[in-house]
């Protein structure tokens, strides 16, 4: 049942009702006069109306906007306001537009009626056609702002809802893990409540539950169902729910926490597999959104243009403009939807001191810190220059401060050489030459280096993934019969081979000269970089500050990692499939258009030369632009080589550019093709 409900079971605490289930106040015209005085004409209608607006609090609040709905909607109709001023100038210019143009002159009645108002509108007709269109366009912008503005807490609410459910069952995990090492449960929240740095909105959320019990004084069952009443989540409120149940009951909360993990964790994979239909669905509106339909009307267009139709500007636009957008817009829908089922990119916090003594927020405002962050970018910097390889290695986007340059230069010396197309005629002499030359050259010189160095780091994560879990449940074995977790380490690095091996060995040297071994394993995580792993090893930090019984934690980690390999390995196998159904689809429009090119317009080219047409015949072929076509099909294959790719790198990890390795196939692909033919 939804928590906006009045007939609810569960009642709402007082400080629900009086925001989200708020009455209008019954004032007096005095009363009245003394809000509008304090608070404006504006921001006095909302507060007395706030019955009309319970959602949009709830939905501020559920997104953390940190204000009151009546406060927000002022703001909210003074940039409405902006926009309509804004929407007015931009009317008035096209209407004056229009009218120049004799637009608004050739306006005539739909209805041939007289009377004397319709004389009036006739003789003034551009002046009430460009007043009307004026305000039209005015009211269209204030409206649009007015509405989005309104609207934007519900989609920020939404997406919180997304990356809670998505973080909850591995923030579950790490709950259980400390309350099965001995903390108590408020000390369990409170840890979460800390680690926004690897749990996000969930920590967030149980944020909410500490200050609640430690600012205003409530009990944790209390502050559970307040929270539990104002999460976004259904997930979370369901957890929150039976949490209270089994404090109120008495129950093991530790075993809860193993049972919910479990829990939460099928229902994860449940929630991917029918994200990944989504995914194949998308996929298939794809190729007959973008490869089948597209290659009908080419063909057809160019058919109607041989003819004696004029849709040569139409073909350009829709290979120029309509596809690239349409693939664009289409990448942008796949990235919103895959977003929530993907590990953001984290760095976990280091505490400042190694016991933990210094308080982050005073030492970033002083000015040695700053001093110290502005040295350390200089460094990076330098430490660029020295070993670009190296950084670029870490930083695969990096190589494109090396490729950019020599891109221009490239196109510098073609220039130089007088083989590149400056204007239009220029390249449609050479339609692949210089496509090649102006285009295709630059793409490749940077994307081939960023796909290549960007493949190795996605590799050894892959492999740091893959191995991790192994890892850790070696460490928890070893450790249960008595060995040291350093000693542990340096027997398992023995048998680890590559840069896996390297970090364990610094771990390991880590804990043994600083002895500090949550700070190391920080420090082990955010130097790994793999997001899959930052809250694994959140997880093992804390668990090592509470017990000192570590296998236990390292059993826990080494399955919560486990499940987060397994849910990204079902992914890869998944999408597979259809990323070889988006590949074989560009495949069958790129031998489509070489079957066109070949079959087609060559014959016609030979014919224009070899047989002039005759005075009065249906079809003259010595019109038809053929080295026009002839650019455009390149162009359209290589727009489609791009695209193609790129979306076969979304499906598979929701990156760009782990596609960019099939965007340059393909695109290298086409020139292969058009080359030979």
């Given amino acids: 049942m939804s928590s906006l409900d009045p007939e609810r079971e569960v009642p709402l605490p007082e400080y629900e009702i009086s925001q989200y289930f708020p009455r209008d106040p019954d004032l007096t015209p005095a009363e009245r006069t003394e809000l509008r005085e304090e608070y404006g004409y504006v921001r006095a209608y909302f507060k007395t109306r706030p019955n009309r607006h319970r959602d949009l609090q709830r939905w501020l609040n559920q997104s953390r906007a940190g204000t009151t709905y009546d406060r927000y909607l002022t703001r909210t109709v003074y940039y409405a306001a902006i926009a309509a001023v804004v929407g007015l100038l931009a009317g008035a210019i096209i209407a004056v537009g229009l009218d120049r143009a004799g637009v608004l002159a050739g306006l005539t009645a739909p209805v041939d009626v007289g009377g004397g108002l319709v004389e009036f509108v006739a003789a003034n007709k551009v002046w009430i056609a460009g ?31 997304q990356r809670i459910n998505f973080v909850l069952p591995h923030a579950i995990v790490f709950m259980y893990a400390l309350s099965h090492s001995g903390m108590d449960l408020l000390q369990v929240l409170k840890k979460l409540a800390r680690s926004k740095d690897a749990y996000g909105a969930v920590a967030e959320e149980f944020d909410m539950v500490v200050r609640d019990v430690e600012l205003f ?77 597209p290659l009908f009307l080419i063909v057809i267009l160019m058919v109607i243009a041989i003819l004696g139709g004029a849709s040569l500007g139409v073909l350009g636009a829709l290979i120029y403009g309509i596809i690239p957008l349409g693939m664009a817009a289409f990448l942008v829908v796949v990235s919103v939807i895959s977003d929530p089922y993907v590990h953001p990119e984290a760095t976990l916090e280091e505490t400042p001191g190694r016991n933990g003594d210094l308080d982050a927020s005073d030492l970033r405002e002083s000015v040695a810190y700053q001093e110290y962050q502005q040295a350390k970018r200089w460094t990076r910097i ?33 220039f130089a050489a007088g083989s590149l197309p400056t204007s239009a005629d220029a390249l449609l002499a050479t339609p692949i030459g210089g496509t090649f030359r102006l285009v295709v050259v630059p793409f490749l010189v940077m994307a081939v280096p960023l796909a290549f160095f960007h493949e190795i780091k996605r590799g050894r994560e892959l492999v ?66 793999v997001p899959d792993l930052v809250r694994t090893v959140k997880l093992i930090a804390e668990g090592s500050r509470s ?119 393909l695109v290298a692909l086409s020139v292969i093709a058009f080359t030979v033919i």
Avoid: C
């Fill in 131 to 161: 007043g009307l269109l004026t305000v039209f366009t005015a009211a269209v912008f204030g409206g649009a702002t007015w509405s989005f503005r309104y609207y934007y807490p519900r989609q920020r609410v939404d997406r919180r809802r």
């Fill in 464 to 529: 740091v993934t893959e191995r991790f879990p192994d890892t850790l449940n070696i460490l928890a074995s070893a450790n249960q019969m008595g060995i040291d977790l350093v000693d542990a380490l340096a027997m398992v690095s023995q048998y680890t081979a590559g840069r896996f091996a390297d970090e364990l060995r610094l771990l390991r040297n880590d804990i043994r000269w600083n002895n500090d071994m949550p700070a190391a394993l920080i420090a082990f995580g955010n130097r790994v970089g």
């Fill in 547 to 665: 017990t000192g019984d570590l296998s236990r934690v390292l059993s826990v980690a080494a399955e919560d990692a486990r499940n987060r390999y397994r849910l990204a390995r079902n992914r890869s196998r998944a999408m597979s499939s259809y990323v070889a159904v988006v590949v074989i689809g560009y495949l069958v429009y790129l031998m489509v258009i070489v079957l066109v090119d070949t079959s087609y317009l060559q014959p016609i080219a030979a014919l224009s030369v070899e047989s002039p047409t005759t005075p009065g015949a249906p079809i003259g072929f010595t019109d038809v632009p053929v080295d026009t076509y002839r650019l455009l099909f390149f162009h359209s294959v290589l727009v489609q080589g791009v695209g193609s790719g790129l979306l076969a790198g979304k499906l598979t990890d929701n990156s760009l550019l782990t596609g960019l390795k099939y965007s340059v196939l």
């Fill in 382 to 414: 330098r430490e660029f220059l020295a070993a670009p390889v190296a950084m670029i290695r870490q930083t695969p986007a990096y190589s494109l401060v090396v490729t950019a340059p020599i891109a221009v230069i490239a196109l510098a010396v073609f």
């Fill in 217 to 293: 004084g409530n009990d944790l069952y209390t502050a559970l169902r307040n929270a539990r009443n104002l999460t976004p989540s259904d997930n979370l409120e369901q957890f929150l729910d039976d949490m209270v149940s089994v404090l109120e009951s008495g129950g093991n909360v530790t075993r809860f926490f193993e049972d919910q993990s479990e829990r939460y964790m099928n229902r994860a994979r449940d929630e991917q597999e029918d994200f990944l239909e989504t995914l194949s669905l998308l996929s298939e509106v794809f190729i007959v959104g973008f490869v089948a339909a």
